[in-house]
């Protein structure tokens, strides 16, 4: 079976959205483990756009987009040191995580 490209997209509520310094030790310690992580192809940290539609929901207080060659790298990546590190260092910052995965079907 041909591999495909495997997509991981998160979205956090943090606790204290408007704290600074829990942003801060958020996106000191996801920008670390992303930057140095072996197995993304690419990545996207976000914020809500400036957007308003129906369809959108913006209750969010950040998003990560990440790709991966297949399912086995994300698989990878689940398990690095830094991976881990990032959940120690920032889960008691957030009140929700939402994930959706996918595989590419073009």
């Known amino acids: 079976m ?9 979205f956090f509520w943090l606790k204290n959205p408007d704290n600074k310094k829990d942003r801060d030790v958020f996106e000191t310690s996801l920008f ?12 996207h940290i976000g914020i809500p756009a400036q957007t308003n539609r129906e369809v959108i929901d913006s209750s969010y207080t ?3 987009s ?6 086995e790298d994300h698989d990878k ?3 690095e040191s830094n991976h881990h590190k990032f959940l120690e260092e920032c889960s ?11 595989i590419n079907i073009l």
């Open 2 to 10: 041909e591999q495909k490209e495997f997509k991981h997209t998160v």
């Open 77 to 79: 990546y689940q398990n």
């Open 92 to 102: 008691k910052l957030w009140t929700k995580v939402v994930v959706y995965d996918s």
């Open 32 to 43: 670390y483990f992303i930057k140095n992580s072996k197995f993304i192809k690419t990545k």
């Open 66 to 71: 990440l790709s991966f060659n297949n399912k």
């Open 62 to 64: 950040y998003s990560l």
